[in-house]
């Protein structure tokens, strides 16, 4: 089973993707941690599109879609779980032809439905383990030890260079241009379904996994 998780920035896709990872055996696409493993590892993409992503901006069709196309052609995960891409119409049509290409089909696109409010209030709050990627809320779900990862002992949790209110206004701003049409296309589909975002992490796990079990019958 293939699916794409769909919100804004700090609308949890990456809290939920790992639940699934741990319930379901999933493989994760993140082209975010894709971008970031690029330029923490200093290749010559990492270096391209430091900037853009430091900025809040999307970077090319052409990059990410090349970097699934590698995934995909490498593996062949039990099911995907696509987080942060698509992200634009270009993105979607490439990803459908992509999954064809590999004799896949999208099963389904889980919106997470979020208040604005309510993201910009995560995102000032996020910190993550630079080492296992766990994700933190310094006010929802705050690690046991202050400032220290629960699961690596000795890794500080650090803020996401883009996480702060400049980057944050122009990631929604091109969320709501450049990625909310795309639940117009999904809907059209027939492969959308919209969860309720602002609920705790465990409810939005569970209304996922109704979904989810429900198309696999
Ligand atoms: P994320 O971790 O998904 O919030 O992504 C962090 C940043 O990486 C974004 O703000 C963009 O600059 C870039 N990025 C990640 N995924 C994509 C995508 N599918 N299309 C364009 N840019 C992306």
Do not use: W
């Amino acid at each position: 089973m293939d699916i794409v998780l769909l919100g804004p920035p700090g609308s949890g896709k990456g809290t939920q993707a790992n639940a699934l990872i741990a319930a379901r055996g999933m493989v994760q696409l993140s082209t975010g941690d894709m971008l970031r493993d690029a330029r923490n590892s200093g290749t010559a993409l990492g270096k391209r599109v430091a900037a853009i992503m430091d900025a809040g901006e999307l970077v090319t069709d052409e990059i990410v879609n090349s970097l699934i196309g590698e995934k995909l052609a490498s593996g062949d995960g039990f099911g995907f779980i696509f987080d942060g891409f698509p992200r634009t119409l270009a993105q979607a049509d490439a990803l459908s032809h992509l999954l064809e290409e590999h004799g896949r089909k999208l099963d389904a696109v889980i919106e997470l439905v979020i208040d604005p409010e309510e993201l910009v209030a995560r995102i000032e709050n996020r910190v993550s383990c630079p080492n296992c990627g766990a994700v933190y809320n310094l006010r929802a779900a705050p690690p046991v030890r202050d400032g220290y990862c629960d699961y690596c002992p000795d890794a500080r949790l650090v803020k996401r260079g883009d996480d702060n209110a400049e980057s944050l206004k122009t990631r929604l701003l091109e969320y709501y241009r450049k990625t909310s049409p795309l639940i117009g296309y999904y809907y059209k589909s027939g492969a959308l379904a919209r969860v309720d975002g602002d609920k705790n992490v465990e409810s939005v796990s569970a209304e996922i996994a109704e979904i989810l079990d429900r198309i696999s019958k």
